[in-house]
């Protein structure tokens, strides 16, 4: 099993959950106290995070920390059972609060991730309480008038969104898997214009929550003991098996997470006409995913050129080895923020050089869903 970080590791022991497996990675001392000089500042926005003891939200507070973003006070906001909770940030003890309808009087930007319906009751209270809502859940995505932003694709589509305007706004945070894959897919769009694009997605417990990494991780003990596996989360066993995502599946056969893929690709590149297709699968992976890409290109582009393209792309790292046969793997993105690209190849079935392969890996909490969060805030000082 793969060693990852994060769930949990702000809490002051209590009632987390033992991850014996999946230590964090401790954050320099140096770097935390460089943080906390830099950070907490009187002249920095006022921040809440929603959803701050799952597992995005815990990873909202490390990304927080590890860019020194500049705060003057930070609210941490989850559900009543977690209400009068202790977690320690930066060197600091706050009390989780119970996030009600007065939680946003003040706050400036409010990171959101505790689901599609709390998004959806609180994130216009937010934004009329006059904070900007960076959201992570699929609530407004396809809404016109709430921009759909990857920071390093379509940075454009917020420029109308200020802080300190008074006003108030909902953002919302593309899906993990677009997000992965127009990261690397993007550039070569740029260059050559994707026609049609099929995805295979593999994807991690992570992209389920803290409560699925912890199945995954107790299925596999009891499965290595031979025991019954515990299902709560996943209706079927999970550890050594893999299945289609649990996302509903509609009346055309696609599940939702693949049609995410399909509309969330067409708003964020302005394009409804780009074919897009996709098959997602959940694989007993603990963090970040990966995706196998095939796409169709209106003009030509070589492997060798879309190589090229990729090395020099912002968030995108290449991994392309074919001599020992090493290619991006979601242990080696795991807790990194860049998306690693491999197996770059001319697609055989296509004529000339209209057609590329590759494959891409990501974290899918950090850049799937907190790192470009709070670039999307970053944006917005
Ligand atoms: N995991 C990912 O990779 C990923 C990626 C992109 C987007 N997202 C989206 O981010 C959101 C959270 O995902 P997650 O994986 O972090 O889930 P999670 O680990 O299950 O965490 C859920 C969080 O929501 C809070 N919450 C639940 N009910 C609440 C309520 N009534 N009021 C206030 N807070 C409440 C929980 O607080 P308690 O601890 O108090 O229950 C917890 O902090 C989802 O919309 C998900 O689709 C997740």
Redesign the pocket.
Known sequence: MQATSVVHRHFLGGDAPTFSSLRPKPIPTTTTSFAIRMSLREDAPSLAV????????QEFLSVLSDRSFPYRSIKM???K??AGKKLTFEDNEYVVEE?TADSFNGVNIALF????S?SKEFGPIAANCGSVVVD???AFRMDDGVPLVIPEVNPDAMSHIKLGSGKGALIA?P??STIICLMAVTPLHQRSKVLRMVVSTYQAA??????AMEELELQTREVLKGKKPTCKIFKQQYAFNLFSHNAPVLSNGYNEEEMKLVKETRKIWNDKDVKVTATCIRVPVMRAHAESVNLQFANPLDEDEAREILKKAPGVVVIDDRVVNNFPTPLEVSNKDDVAVGRIRRDVSQDGNYGLDIFICGD??RK??ALNAVQIAEMLL
């Open positions: 929603v959803g701050v003891t799952g597992a995005v939200g906001l989850a559900s059972r977690s996030l991730s505790a689901g599609g709390i992570n859940s699929s945070n899906n993990c992570s992209g389920a929550g803290a409560a899918q909490i799937g869903a």
